[in-house]
């Protein structure tokens, strides 16, 4: 028993980490059409200079807030100069995303050097508490909270608000949302600086999480971030979070109990989806 | 006479490599119905994505109120007071009736309210399904929907697309009185190939073939011309 809940918590914190890149990417994919390589390398980003911000000034939560804002920024940088100009196309897209997904890799190399670097959790969040025979890592539970608060507050904002109706309008028809008289691009811009602010959150919350940072980590989640994307739906929110929490599960059990197929079963995953249902478990489009 | 409220002047449009509109010259008067027909394939349906500017227009003029809008994104025509209905009628089929109605809304003020209020009132189908998704609707509570979505603003000219098709004659004939009430209240742009429907509504007609308008006139001139109605619409 205590073995599956201790697998239960690895694997939906895992799923956290996944669905804080998956979101964005399943957002920016449904709402403009746009395949976006490079979200990894934002993911990347927020964890080396979130963990940089972290150890310069010793505050873990400001090595988040920095992190996010090098998201925030980084992702109106991409869209403004590197997305916009290769919106409907989606081969130029590939092809310059994949290309600036090297550059971000590359310019974390120029800054901090080509080594891994070790992050650790702060002290408040390292330790474990010990509830009856289950120990559960304190660092990882924080991971699955945030993770869900991220949620629950996005979640909010989409059905609450008048700019979340328009972004579920535009993910269904972007051209209808046009002839209602809005303007569609400012919309694009603010969903992809959400979208690249939660790669780099969960960039910054991976580093303790994996202990150590690595300039080619972005593309290596990335690809699991994919599969979510084509899990969930694309330009499904929530089947965003289902699909990663999925992904993350059966990645912590299947380490556990057979672990020659743990890379294999996200990829077994998604071909049974492609199979049955190709618009993903939740999607909006197809 | 009635002032000129949109006027086409040589407007050509490709879409890809296809050159779809070859020359489209039309005038629409304020408060008037002006109804645009043509056999299927046209050009009906791309003039009005023309105007919208889905289809930018490569050559010619669209003035909208004197006022040039051939070169200005979708968005900025349509805050100049032009609704759209689509053909496809464009329902956000996983949204509510009511999300439906609340994106098209640019403020929530009384006036804006007075509009809903009135445009309920026209189609009690959709105060009934208020909380229903769009797309669950049937296909004339879905027409009634679009043409709601396009009317709740303070639009004074609304481009309807084919609001007929595909639908029962019974709800036709709704969809039509609905239309003609509108027609009190704001300038229309209709595209139709429903003839009985497009001449007890028009006021004025523009017959399009082959991305050219070929003829225009009164209604009334059409309905007495079976020569020009076998010609150009194929129904005697």
Sequence with gaps: ?286 | MMSVQLKLDQVETYIGQYHILQGINFEVRKGEVTVLLGRNGAGKTTTLRTIMGLNPASKGSITYNNEEIKSLPTYHIAQKGIGYVPEDQGIFAQLTVEENMKVAMKSENDETKERLSYILNLFPDLKKFWKKHGGLLSGGQKQMLSIARAYVNDNDMLLIDEPSKGLAPIVVEKVMDSIMQMKEKTTIVLVEQNFMMASTIGDRFYIIDDGRTVHDGPMNVLKEDDEMRRKYLGIA
Excluded: C
């Design chain 1, 1 to 286: 028993m205590e073995l599956l809940i201790n697998l239960t918590i690895n694997g939906l914190a895992t799923g956290m980490l996944i669905f804080l890149l998956a979101a964005g990417l399943t957002l920016i994919f449904g709402l403009m059409d746009v395949l976006n390589f490079a979200h990894g390398g934002l993911f990347a980003w927020g964890a080396y200079s979130g963990t940089w911000i972290y150890a310069t000034t010793g505050s873990f939560v400001i090595g988040i807030i920095g992190a996010i804002i090098t998201g925030l920024i980084l992702g109106v940088a991409t869209e403004r100069w590197i997305i916009k100009p290769v919106y409907g196309n989606h081969i130029q897209q590939i092809l310059i995303t994949l290309g600036l997904m090297l550059v971000l890799s590359e310019m974390l190399k120029v800054v901090w050097g080509p080594n891994q670097i070790s992050a650790t959790a702060p002290s408040y969040l390292a330790g474990s508490w010990e509830i009856g025979n289950v120990i559960i890592i304190k660092y990882r539970a924080f991971i699955i909270v945030v993770g869900l608060l991220v949620f629950l507050a996005v979640q909010y904002i989409l059905k609450n608000t008048k700019i979340g109706l328009i972004v579920r309008a535009g993910v269904m028809n972007k051209e209808m949302v046009q002839s209602l008289g809005i303007n569609i691009q400012k919309v694009f811009m603010l969903v992809f600086m959400i979208g690249a602010g939660m790669a780099a959150l969960g960039g910054v919350l991976l580093a303790p999480y994996s202990g150590v940072i690595y300039a080619e980590m972005g593309l290596e989640f990335a690809i699991l971030a994919f599969i979510v994307v084509v899990i969930g739906g694309m330009g499904s929110f929530p089947g965003s979070i289902l699909a990663a929490i999925l992904v993350g599960l059966s990645g912590s059990f299947m380490a556990y109990y057979v672990p020659d197929l743990a890379l294999a079963v996200n990829m077994l995953l998604m071909a049974a989806v492609l199979i049955f249902k190709p618009s993903g478990l939740f999607g909006l489009k197809g």
